[in-house]
């Protein structure tokens, strides 16, 4: 009986310093700024680490690099994009936030439609 009390007691005093261990991770994040708590919810900083996450990232440092705008279609065959269509809303919200502009390309040797091409602004 006393050994099993002397476990109760063990087990309580482990799962009291991993509540408090945890309350002060928890305080520390929300201080960061990394853990917003509102209402019903908690809001925890995270990163997106997807293949469309890893185009769109190595796009814009396509794009950063050049002093005239990239032509969006070879910009994404040089980054591994399969299909630019996947990517085009990341570069319409790109657009949209100011960090880059958009241009109309058109080829003066072979005429034809237009593509989309970006300048990055910052």
Known sequence: ????????????????????AAEKVRSALIASGDLIVRDDFEYSAAESHTKVATWVEALIEEIK?????????????????KYPEDIAPAMIALEKVGLVRRFEARSTTHPGRRKAAYLYVG
């Open 1 to 20: 009986m006393a050994a099993a009390k002397k476990d109760q007691s063990k087990r309580s005093e482990t799962s009291k310093k991993k509540e408090e």
């Open 65 to 81: 690099d050049s002093k005239t705008p990239v032509r969006f279609v070879d910009a994404c065959a040089r980054v591994g994009v």
